[in-house]
T-cell receptor
C-alpha cells in the first residue's frame, strides 16, 4: 500500500521561530502535492500546494520546498505565530488514481508565545 | 462562493445499524471524494464520485457505498456499522476527477458507534 511518511509527529516552536515539517512519498504518475492545516473540530483546510516543475513555492510565511529526485517535500513556516498552532498534513497523489490523495500521519504544531 | 457543507455534524449509532452522510460540493465542482479520519490519523480515501459515477475506491469493504446526484452533491452510506467505523467522515470537492487539482474539505461528520 502506497504511503506518505511525515515527520516529526509533534513540534514545539517559540513565537517568531521557523517550523519545518518533512514528507517523503512513493512513486506517483501525478504532479500535485498539497499541504493542509487542520484545527480541532474542523476539516482540513488547503494551505499551499506545489507542482514539481518548480523546486520551491512561497505564499506569505509558508514555503514548500520540493526535491523530486529524492521524492521529498517540506513545509517551512517562517515567523511562526501562536495562531499557527494546528495539525499539518502533507499529501501526495496515488500512483494510479490522481484524484486519490494519500495523507501523511500529521504533525501537531504548538507555537509558544 | 459556497464552500463544502456536510450534514449532520454529529451522529451516534449502534453496531449493526445503517447510516447516511451527506455532502454538498463547492459551487462549480463536479467531483466529490470521501475520506475517513480516525482520531490522531491522516484522512484515508474511501472513494470518489465524478459525474455521478464511482471513479476510484480505497481499501474499504462494500458495505461502504455512495451516490452522486445531478447537482454534484453526494451521499456516503455505511451498512452493518462496526465499532471501528467510529471516525470523522470528510468529503472534499474538486474539479474534473481531482487530478492535479485542489481538493477542498468540509468540516466533516463525527460518527460514534456504541
Amino acid at each position: 500500500q502506497q504511503q506518505v511518511k511525515q515527520s516529526p509527529q509533534s513540534l514545539i516552536v517559540q513565537k517568531g521561530g521557523i517550523s519545518i515539517i518533512n514528507c517523503a512519498y512513493e512513486n506517483t504518475a501525478f504532479d500535485y502535492f498539497p499541504w493542509y492545516q487542520q484545527f480541532p473540530g474542523k476539516g482540513p483546510a488547503l494551505l499551499i500546494a506545489i507542482r514539481p516543475d518548480v523546486s520551491e513555492k512561497k505564499e506569505g510565511r509558508f514555503t514548500i520546498s520540493f526535491n523530486k529526485s529524492a521524492k521529498q517535500f517540506s513545509l517551512h513556516i517562517m515567523d511562526s505565530q501562536p495562531g499557527d498552532s494546528a495539525t499539518y498534513f502533507c499529501a501526495a497523489p496515488d500512483y494510479n488514481q490522481g484524484g486519490k490523495l494519500i495523507f501523511g500521519q500529521g504533525t501537531e504544531l504548538s507555537v509558544k508565545p | 462562493e459556497t464552500g463544502v457543507t456536510q450534514s449532520p455534524t454529529h451522529l451516534i449509532k449502534t453496531r449493526g445499524q445503517q447510516v447516511t452522510l451527506r455532502c454538498s460540493s463547492q459551487s462549480g465542482h463536479n467531483t466529490v471524494s470521501w475520506y475517513q479520519q480516525a482520531l490522531g490519523q491522516g484522512p484515508q480515501f474511501i472513494f470518489q464520485y465524478y459525474r455521478e459515477e464511482e471513479n476510484g475506491r480505497g481499501n474499504f469493504p462494500p458495505r461502504f457505498s455512495g451516490l452522486q446526484f445531478p447537482n454534484y452533491s453526494s451521499e456516503l452510506n455505511v451498512n452493518a456499522l462496526e465499532l471501528d467505523d467510529s471516525a470523522l467522515y470528510l468529503c472534499a470537492s474538486s474539479l474534473e476527477g481531482g487530478h492535479n487539482q485542489p481538493q477542498h474539505f468540509g468540516d466533516g461528520t463525527r460518527l460514534s458507534i456504541l
